[in-house]
């Protein structure tokens, strides 16, 4: 029989983690399938290991996509599932409110997803959904905001373009272009790193500064 924790063992090998789980039911985007996994980057490890990859390697574009399709695309096809990645549409498929149905991530101060184990840094790389309908953990019973006194990813944008009140993504991209914007482009978003959970995460610099340049070419 199928269970959560052999599934995170297979994509544990891949430095990839189980950000959480759900059970879908009639009605839902996922009309007949059981149970929707999501997953993310395992840390330590999951930089160089991907990085290491023939996606990486070949020169083509998308070379994370093409990775995580590749990878999850296999899985699911072995548990007799489906994989589902953000990159998929229009229209694309509700990863956020999914996220939030695990009860391993929530809504933070700044409005970003933070997650139980990744904190501000909690990026999905693709889910899978498949007909079991599994038997789930029970999660954490509050975001980890909650016990975080100092919240300090409430002031840590240093252009002040991502705050509780509004994201104003004209004067990151205008901070960016600033030799005081380097910091956030070769280590990672400040209010991102801001964030207890995410300080122990660890995640490397070196995958912040990629997607970094991404969002900023």
Do not use: N
Request: glycine share 10%; net charge neutral; with cysteine.
């Amino acid at each position: 029989m199928t269970t959560l924790a052999a599934i995170a063992e297979r994509a544990a090998a891949e430095r990839l983690a189980v950000f959480g789980a759900l059970h879908q039911g009639a009605g839902d985007e996922l009309d007949g399938a059981g149970t929707l996994i999501l997953f993310g980057p395992g840390e330590p490890g999951f930089w160089p290991h991907l990085t290491s990859q023939p996606e990486w390697r070949d020169g083509a574009p998308d070379p994370i996509d093409r990775w995580s399709k590749r990878v999850l695309g296999g899985m699911a096809r072995d548990l007799g599932g489906r994989a589902i990645f953000p990159s998929d549409g229009p229209p694309y498929p509700p990863f956020f409110r999914w996220a939030l149905g695990t009860g391993r991530a929530w809504p933070s101060p700044v409005q970003l997803l933070v997650h139980d184990t990744a904190g501000l840094m909690v990026s999905y790389r693709g889910a899978i959904a498949i007909p079991e309908r599994l038997t789930l953990p029970d999660g954490p019973t509050a975001a980890p905001c909650k016990d975080c006194a100092a919240q300090p990813c409430r002031t840590a944008c240093p252009a002040a373009a991502l705050t509780p009140a509004r994201y104003d993504v004209t004067a990151c991209h205008a901070f960016l272009d600033t030799g005081a914007g380097q910091d956030c482009l070769s280590r990672g978003c400040s209010v991102r790193r801001a964030c207890p959970v995410s300080d122990a995460y660890g995640r490397l610099a070196e995958q912040s500064a990629y997607h970094m340049r991404r969002f900023h070419p």
